[in-house]
């Protein structure tokens, strides 16, 4: 049985090799992050949304960037990791769920980290990663960390936490990944459509923060830290007002929380750059009716 066990971890191990950049994949349970930086979006504007005045990035990191064709790409090799996800990846048509599938696919084969190319690093990444959690052997197996993402929470017709995932921190093969890739692929061959009576933002609940959740309902806390929020402000730091889109990243424990004070949030969202902000692409699609493939335009 131990031999079957190992064949199959070595097969996975080289499967993933040929999806992950050198240096990601790294063994199960090393308490690694692999130092790799993954993000996308239709242009790399040399890396300029991911860094603020006072943030900085561990030099020995490396970025990677990846259009929409990357995407398809990266998810043909990937489904040779994990069965059923390019197809799901087909069947998706806004480009946002799509990459919400994406990222979650090449973290759990790879490891490393996912930023949306909208947000900038405002502080030292590796005093944020402290501030997560992040102890390397302190818990068993591999680890997940990222926010909770308040707006998504509090939109739910239950008590539930949603994860923010335009940040995700991962070791390889975290199962809180796995479970939310089945439950998206799974969901998307059904050509599933959440309900109001699930939330009164469903169309987060498919692919994004709510769909991590409903996947991991029950024992998600073993593979996953979050240790911040994703804020929702009424005005961004140049006085423009958008509740729903302008976002700071803060601690639990930091002060700005319930207060005004912004000055030392970790990360901050430039609203000019998110796409619902300038054309709500994907809820326009998801009211619809319009977010699978086959759907009738």
């Given at each position: 049985?131990?031999?079957?066990?190992?064949?199959v971890?070595?097969?996975?191990?080289?499967?993933?090799?040929?999806?992950?950049?050198?240096?990601?994949?790294?063994?199960?349970?090393?308490?690694?992050?692999?130092?790799h930086?993954?993000?996308?979006?239709?242009?790399?504007?040399?890396?300029?949304?991911?860094?603020?005045?006072?943030?900085?990035?561990?030099t020995?990191?490396?970025?990677?960037?990846?259009?929409?064709?990357?995407?398809?790409?990266?998810?043909?090799?990937?489904?040779?990791?994990?069965?059923?996800?390019?197809?799901?990846?087909?069947l998706?048509?806004?480009?946002?769920?799509?990459?919400?599938?994406?990222?979650?696919?090449?973290?759990?084969?790879?490891?490393?980290?996912?930023?949306?190319s909208?947000?900038?690093?405002?502080?030292?990444?590796?005093e944020?990663?402290?501030?997560?959690?992040?102890?390397?052997?302190?818990?068993?197996?591999?680890?997940?960390f990222?926010?909770?993402?308040?707006?998504?929470?509090?939109?739910?017709?239950?008590?539930?936490?949603?994860?923010?995932?335009?940040?995700?921190?991962?070791e390889?093969?975290?199962?809180?990944?796995?479970?939310?890739?089945?439950?998206?692929?799974?969901?998307?061959?059904?050509?599933?459509?959440?309900?109001?009576?699930?939330?009164?933002?469903?169309?987060?609940?498919?692919?994004?923060?709510?769909?991590?959740?409903?996947?991991?309902?029950?024992?998600?806390?073993?593979?996953?830290?979050?240790?911040?929020?994703?804020?929702?402000?009424?005005?961004?730091?140049?006085?423009?007002?958008?509740p729903?889109?302008?976002?700071?990243?803060?601690?639990?424990?930091?002060?700005?929380?319930?207060?005004?004070?912004l000055?030392?949030?970790?990360?901050?969202?430039?609203?000019?750059?998110?796409?619902?902000?300038?054309?709500?692409?994907?809820?326009?699609?998801?009211k619809?009716?319009?977010?699978?493939?086959?759907?009738?335009?």
């Amino acid at each position: 049985m131990l031999l079957i066990f190992l064949v199959v971890a070595a097969a996975l191990v080289a499967l993933a090799r040929g999806a992950c950049p050198e240096g990601g994949e790294t063994r199960y349970g090393s308490h690694v992050i692999p130092k790799h930086v993954y993000y996308t979006g239709k242009t790399d504007d040399n890396l300029r949304n991911l860094t603020g005045e006072r943030g900085s990035w561990p030099t020995e990191y490396q970025f990677h960037f990846f259009d929409n064709d990357d995407l398809d790409s990266s998810m043909r090799e990937l489904d040779a990791v994990i069965p059923g996800v390019y197809e799901a990846f087909g069947l998706l048509r806004p480009w946002a769920f799509k990459a919400d599938l994406w990222r979650y696919c090449v973290l759990y084969a790879c490891g490393g980290v996912y930023v949306d190319s909208k947000l900038s690093l405002n502080e030292p990444f590796d005093e944020f990663l402290w501030k997560l959690g992040f102890r390397p052997g302190i818990r068993d197996g591999p680890q997940l960390f990222s926010c909770r993402d308040d707006l998504a929470s509090e939109s739910a017709r239950g008590r539930l936490d949603c994860v923010w995932q335009g940040l995700l921190i991962s070791e390889p093969k975290n199962p809180t990944l796995l479970k939310a890739i089945q439950f998206v692929v799974a969901k998307v061959r059904d050509r599933w459509y959440p309900t109001p009576d699930l939330s009164f933002m469903p169309w987060l609940f498919l692919t994004g923060p709510g769909a991590i959740a409903l996947a991991n309902q029950r024992d998600w806390r073993d593979h996953l830290t979050l240790g911040c929020r994703m804020m929702y402000t009424k005005k961004d730091a140049r006085g423009l007002q958008d509740p729903h889109l302008v976002g700071d990243w803060h601690p639990l424990n930091h002060s700005s929380v319930f207060n005004d004070d912004l000055a030392r949030a970790s990360f901050v969202a430039d609203p000019n750059l998110h796409e619902s902000q300038r054309t709500n692409n994907y809820g326009r699609l998801f009211k619809s009716h319009l977010v699978y493939a086959d759907d009738v335009l």
